[in-house]
């Protein structure tokens, strides 16, 4: 492989075979390149041709020797050409030096800044020219004058040729780049014309929108989309066409990725619009992370809502209980009287039962996705549901395309197919039914998990508001939070929940999840966890142990920075608040000033917005540790 030295040698070396004068000056007016024959026919000295040299220099030293005959004011003469050079243009110009040679010379500028000019000795065409005219007395003085001026367009056509050359070679390179960087971009980039014809793609469509066309430029825009998402996007299109810029988001249907589009007029000299230039960008997991902090949100608010109403309720249960209890045990109460104290335990008990299942939706629920292995889990939870169906149900299990681990919170997800199963159950009655639950990918963005029945199917009513809380089609046997409950969990989670009959009758319901991949563990570790409550590091140890890493401990920052030195290190995590002077955070900025590879990763229980939590050089885990936490830091891709 040949050097930058290499390359510049080589360089100088051809530059000097030429028999042009030649020289390089940079945008600050320095010196870049000159070649052999640009010192000679100068007669400039070597401190002038050395990289560096500013042109004023250059300048002053030529107009001190008289190139450019007497100057009355040397300074004057040296600085107009200076501010010549700063406002350089284009040009070629002939002139006779003051040792009586001719030269011409020819300046571009260059696309980086500065310019290139080159000078040619053209003494010996204007002798010959000189001579023709004395001795061609045939030739008339005008053709001859007409010649040279020919000979001067010439080449000063030359020079301008070189320069158009210079310049579509630039834009050439411009365009290249262009084109490069916008196909490297996550996002489609096109330009379409009033007709909705694509003029200009960077061929990224079928990446963001799968199923879609690649080589799209001059195909219609609802060829190249599909009629469906064509129809979803036209008015918006009439209304860039129109002159109003706007971005909006649809859901591709095909894919089920969530797409966002800013469509832009393009707008002629005149004002009228020609075009419309458009940014297509998937922001499906932006989507769902929006779905899920809005779920959160109105849970929160949900709480704050219903815990107060909720405490009352529960004393006034616990106090109609506590007497109908009594009046219940009296002996000497009428049969009639016993039943409805009977009849009141009862009602106040499902309310007990009523409660906590509002406390399950509007209470505070954190998510623990893992990696999971979709098929093993639904074979199980078969197993888990069978014997609750009776031997009049079948149920059917079946997975596509899903062999590797998925991150999903098992806890949630059994508790909502769960809940789908019963009520697919009690939907087919006493009568004979098969229950199907099925698992497949939707692209690379979602899984759906759907449970079908044989029953009845959906009314219209149900389809509409099935989801609402304390809607039921069970009369009083049903307390309407089941499918909310459902919905709660898909939400918080940032998927979707679809309710439908099918087409060969029965109810099917589909689950929307995202679609996230679970990392591999990574390679075993040595951790070194300092910690100075006995309890909470043998917690944590387990943990670490139980992803397979190696674990040593320290109670102090001191004994920590003893063991930090210890080879084979690999991970620190080390609480804040430490026994002794030093905190965690001033022993983690020294154990990264010694080791800058080494990974450290603090945990505490103080609040986000304290001082101390704030100053950590490192990622921070809040107390309690959970091992979901752990893994989201330890195994890359896992949420916590």
Request: aromatic share 4%; charged share 20%.
């Amino acid at each position: 492989m040949m050097g930058d030295d290499d390359t510049g040698r080589l360089t100088r070396a051809g530059l000097n075979l030429i028999q042009q004068a030649l020289s390089i000056f940079d945008s600050e007016l320095r010196l870049a390149v000159c070649n052999r024959q640009y010192q000679l026919m100068f007669d400039l000295p070597d401190a002038l041709t050395r990289s560096g040299t500013s042109f004023e220099a250059t300048i002053r030293h030529l107009v001190e020797r008289g190139e450019y005959g007497p100057q009355p004011d040397i300074e004057a003469a040296v600085q107009v050409r200076v501010e010549q050079a700063r406002a350089f243009a284009p040009h070629y110009m002939e002139r006779t030096r003051a040792n009586g040679r001719t030269i011409s010379v020819e300046g571009s500028p260059l696309p980086q800044g500065g310019w290139v000019t080159v000078y040619t000795d053209i003494t010996e065409i204007k002798r010959q020219e000189g001579m023709l005219r004395a001795h061609s007395a045939e030739l008339s003085d005008q053709l001859l004058a007409h010649a040279e001026r020919l000979a001067l367009a010439n080449r000063a056509l030359a020079a301008t040729n070189a320069a158009l050359e210079e310049a579509k070679r630039e834009l050439t390179e411009i365009e290249a780049r262009t084109r490069q960087v916008t196909e490297m971009m996550p996002a489609h980039i096109a330009h379409m014309d009033r007709d909705y014809r694509y003029t200009f793609s960077n061929r990224r469509l079928s990446t963001v929108m799968p199923g879609s066309l690649s080589d799209i430029v001059g195909v219609p825009v609802a060829e190249a989309l599909g009629p469906d998402t064509f129809a979803r996007i036209e008015p918006e299109l009439a209304r860039a066409i129109a002159g109003e810029a706007t971005v909006f988001e649809i859901t591709h249907s095909p894919s089920g990725r969530r797409i966002r589009i800013a469509l832009t007029p393009d707008r002629g000299a005149d004002g009228g619009v020609s075009g419309v230039y458009v940014l297509s960008t998937d922001v499906t997991h932006e989507a769902q992370a929006r779905a899920a902090l809005a779920q959160s949100s109105k849970r929160e608010l949900a709480a704050q809502l219903t815990s107060g109403l909720a405490h009352d309720f529960a004393n006034l249960l616990t106090i109609i209980m506590g007497l109908q209890g009594r009046l219940a045990r009296t002996a000497a109460l009428p049969p009639d009287a016993a039943e409805l104290a009977r009849a009141t335990l009862a009602a106040a008990r499902r309310g007990g039962t009523l409660l906590d299942r509002i406390a399950a939706i509007s209470g505070v629920r954190e998510l623990r996705p893992q990696p999971l292995m979709i098929a093993p889990f639904l074979t199980e939870l078969a197993a888990m549901a069978r014997p609750t169906l009776g031997e009049a149900v079948v149920l059917e299990t079946s997975v596509e395309g899903l062999g590797l681990p998925v991150l999903l919170d098992p806890g949630t997800l059994q508790d909502s197919l769960l809940n789908l199963i019963l009520n697919a159950r009690d939907a087919m009655g006493s009568a004979p039914g098969r229950i199907a639950l099925r698992a497949c990918p939707v692209r690379d963005t979602w899984v759906e998990i759907s449970v079908a029945d044989s029953g009845t199917g959906f009314s219209a009513e149900a389809l509409e508001r099935g989801l609402e809380p304390f809607f039921s089609t069970k009369g009083g046997e049903g307390s309407g939070l089941g499918l909310s409950m459902v919905y709660d969990q898909t939400k918080l989670a940032g998927g979707a929940v679809r309710l439908e009959n099918r087409p060969g009758g029965g109810a099917r319901v589909t689950l929307r999840l995202p679609l996230r991949p679970a990392a591999t563990a990574t390679a075993p570790r040595l951790v070194l966890l300092v910690e100075d409550s006995d309890e909470i590091r043998a917690g944590v140890r387990e943990m670490l142990r139980g992803m397979g890493h190696t674990v040593i401990e320290a109670a102090s920052a001191a004994e920590a920075r003893e063991l930090a030195d210890l080879p084979g290190i690999g991970l620190v995590l080390s609480d804040i608040n430490l026994a002794g002077a030093e905190t965690g955070v001033a022993l983690a900025r020294s154990l990264l000033a010694r080791h800058q590879e080494l990974p450290v990763l603090l945990m505490t229980s103080l609040p986000e917005g304290h001082a101390l939590r704030a100053g950590a050089p490192c990622t921070v885990l809040s107390k309690p540790v959970s091992e979901a936490a752990l893994m989201a830091l330890l195994v890359p891709g896992v949420a916590a």
